[in-house]
């Protein structure tokens, strides 16, 4: 069965203190694995497209990262206006979400 | 890119009424799409709405219930009908666009329109 986990559930992190969240993934026939930002009430912000094993895309503070099995959303030095639940969603014969990360960044 | 607008954004109703959802997109696309997102979980797919065609609905929603409306391929309507409270969640769509790099194209979304169902 194709399936999506993302690991923390919460994370919260002082301002400037690095970190990475993770989304595992089982899927036959991977098309593209999708990271997103939402902020409350608000819908999914595109930020990444990854598509194959080894590959990387890089924003701001944000660097995504793909293996065959997983995927990493690293922050780098976050700040409080990071703050939102990044959603990760894989691409097979449909979209499958994942349950997301919610981000806290403290002053 | 795509840019999706829907209206209203949120709005408050009572049991047993519709609320109707409307969603355009700045662009002309093939498929678009409609999801649920309840309180404190992620995005369940409601349906497909092909321009041209009846929409094609997910396990757990029905026509009945959610009925769809595609009239051209830059607008598309979704009705909850007869309304619960277990209805209250954010409604959103979304449509395929190109990210800017080459051929990638990803899932893009509506802002949402937040319902409260008393």
């Known amino acids: 069965e194709d399936q999506v986990t993302q690991s923390p559930e919460a994370l919260r992190l002082q301002e400037g203190e690095s970190s990475s969240l993770n989304c595992s993934y089982t899927?036959?026939?991977?098309?593209?694995l999708f990271w997103y930002r939402q902020d409350p009430g608000k819908g999914p912000e595109f930020l990444f497209t990854?598509?194959?094993a080894g590959e990387e895309k890089e924003k701001e503070r944000l660097k995504a990262t793909l293996t065959k099995k997983e995927s990493f959303l690293h922050i780098t030095a976050p700040k409080p206006e990071d703050s939102a639940t990044y959603l990760c969603?894989?691409?097979?014969?449909?979209?499958?979400f994942g349950t997301g990360t919610r981000l806290q960044v403290f002053p | 890119s795509a840019v999706i607008s829907q209206k209203p954004s949120r709005d408050i109703c009572q049991r047993g009424t519709s609320l109707t959802i409307q969603c355009q997109v700045d662009?002309?696309?093939?498929?678009m799409f409609w999801y649920r997102q309840q309180p404190g979980q992620s995005l369940t797919l409601i349906a497909t709405a092909n321009q041209g065609s009846e929409a094609t609905y997910e396990s757990g929603f029905v026509i009945d219930k959610f009925p769809i409306s595609r009239p051209n391929l830059t607008f598309s309507t979704l009705t909850v009908s007869n309304m619960s409270p277990e209805d209250s969640s954010i409604y959103l769509c979304s449509a395929p666009g190109s990210t800017g790099s080459g051929p990638e194209e990803t899932q893009y979304f509506g802002p949402g329109t937040r319902l409260l169902v008393l």
């Open positions: 662009s002309q696309v093939t498929m």
């Open positions: 969603v894989v691409g097979a014969d449909k979209l499958i």
């Open positions: 990854l598509y194959s």
């Open positions: 899927v036959s026939g991977l098309r593209g």
